[in-house]
């Protein structure tokens, strides 16, 4: 069993940054795949990234492409999402998520955080 728990979120302006965070417990958070997603009111949740369990590799959706990155510690049982030149239409409630598969597809991941709120102003 893992649990998730998301910090980071908050207002911040158009072409601003903020950093979240996703700490899990549990002794074995370095064998898992870990994503971010997130859904905007009255939208489905959508992937924005994912990382494998070494940190090895990562993948992004398009439209974060360039601007976030995420990354994971594993001494700390951490991921991270550095997000950079936010724009409004980044504005969402961002899950976390943790898996045995490094994929693109929600369904695959096991265990979820309860979101944070980011809320990019024009």
């Known amino acids: 069993q893992v649990q998730l728990v998301e910090s980071g979120g908050g207002l911040v302006q158009a072409g601003g940054s903020l950093r979240l965070s996703c700490a899990a417990s549990?002794?074995?958070?370095?064998?898992?795949?870990m994503s971010w997603f997130r859904q905007a009111p009255g939208k489905a949740r959508v992937f924005v990234s994912a990382i494998s369990w070494s940190g090895g590799s990562t993948n992004y959706a398009g439209s974060v492409e360039g601007r976030f990155t995420i990354s994971r510690d594993n001494a700390k049982n951490t991921v991270y999402l550095q997000m950079n030149s936010l724009k409004p239409e980044d504005t969402a409630v961002y899950y976390c998520?943790?898996?045995?598969?490094?994929?693109?597809?929600?369904?695959?991941?096991?265990?979820w955080g309860q979101g944070t709120q980011v809320t990019v102003s024009s």
């Open positions: 998520a943790a898996g045995n598969l490094y994929t693109r597809v929600a369904g695959a991941y096991d265990y």
């Open positions: 549990g002794r074995t958070f370095s064998s898992y795949a």
